[in-house]
């Protein structure tokens, strides 16, 4: 994912907050583990703790496996997700 789709995106959840508070906490918490997993791989290469590596590979990709689950899910029509475009 580009920064200007989390932004877009970010942005979406900011304006709708009130509407809808579960979604919003879940995307802060999603940028969250993926800002972890940025600032994580220091640690790892510099410590040279190969048990971080998958974590901070995970955090780092979760943004995008979860905008892949939300979008699949409002295709099926389980979710919807007006902030897919």
């Known amino acids: 994912m580009t920064l200007n789709e989390l932004q877009r995106i970010k942005q979406w959840h900011v304006a709708h907050r ?5 979604e919003y906490h879940l995307w802060d918490l999603v940028l969250t583990l993926w800002l972890m997993g ?3 791989w220091l640690p790892v290469c510099a410590f040279g703790e190969p048990w971080g590596a998958p974590l901070c590979l995970a ?3 979760l943004p995008s496996l979860y905008v892949t689950w939300r979008a699949r899910a409002h295709r099926t029509q389980k979710l919807r997700c007006d902030w897919i475009r």
């Open 18 to 22: 009130r509407d809808h508070p579960f």
């Open 38 to 40: 940025w600032v994580g």
């Open 59 to 61: 955090g780092t990709l």
